[in-house]
């Protein structure tokens, strides 16, 4: 089973994760590249939405019940190629020529908070479902790159406080602190708002990818520079 699928409402592009917790493992990063690859491949696209067809998650992260065992069996090669595919994943959705909008229909934490922080914009069910990053409580380290695309979602106050505590926040409170556009009380409401808000997009990709391409080189910069090395020692954990 794919764990996306691509669909598309007119100009509209359509990525639903279909698996479940929708935890990142190999199979996901390769499923979400070709994914993205397909939908900047249709020059009738102007917009992109990715969500989830769970009822209770957005997607939980990193899927441990694969990354535990294949560090205890030492597959290192296969772990360092996941997260390298997961950066590009992240620099994709950082670089692409058309606005993403994270449609965050229930939990997302960990590497699926984040993922959703590589997006331009997000939407969020009101208090169905949590964002929280739990990296703290799992010892597993943010990346370099990582921190700076957070950082552009989210204050740096909460950011700090979520990141040093793990605590789970609600799509209200993140409304009020503006790291997502609107909180809404179903998922009815919340994919009609993230459908709406992303039919209203109609720019030209050269522009809107130049646009992102500037304002995010700093971040693309420490992907590529910082994240690397930590990759190929594999400091993931500690």
């Known amino acids: 089973m794919n764990p996306v699928e691509t669909t598309y409402q007119g100009s509209v592009a359509i990525i639903t994760m279909k698996n479940g917790e929708n935890?990142?493992?190999?199979?996901?990063?390769?499923?979400?590249?070709?994914?993205?690859?397909?939908?900047?491949?249709?020059?009738?696209?102007?917009?992109?939405?990715i969500t989830s067809d769970d009822e209770k998650s957005f997607s939980l992260g990193i899927d441990t019940d694969w990354l535990m065992p294949a560090m205890k069996t030492q597959k290192f090669d296969e772990i360092k190629g996941f997260m390298r595919n997961m950066d590009d994943v992240f620099k994709r959705l950082l670089l692409f020529p058309m606005p993403v909008i994270a449609a965050i229909n229930g939990h997302a934490f960990g590497n699926g908070a984040i993922l959703t922080c590589a997006c331009d914009f997000r939407f969020m069910l009101a208090d169905k479902g949590f964002f929280c990053f739990p990296e703290v409580?799992?010892?597993i380290p943010f990346l370099p790159g990582m921190i700076e695309f957070v950082k552009k979602a989210i204050p740096y106050h909460r950011f700090n406080e979520m990141k040093l505590s793990g605590r789970r926040v609600s799509g209200r409170e993140l409304e009020n602190d503006n790291v997502i556009e609107k909180a809404y009380d179903s998922k009815e409401l919340l994919m009609e708002g993230a459908l709406n808000y992303a039919q209203t997009f109609d720019k030209k990709r050269a522009i809107f990818g130049e646009h992102k391409k500037r304002l995010h080189k700093h971040i693309i910069e420490t992907i590529d520079t910082q994240n690397k090395p930590l990759i190929a020692s594999l400091s993931l954990m500690v």
């Open 23 to 49: 935890r990142h493992n190999p199979a996901f990063a390769k499923a979400m590249l070709e994914a993205l690859k397909k939908v900047e491949l249709n020059s009738e696209s102007k917009a992109l939405i």
């Open 137 to 139: 409580d799992l010892s």
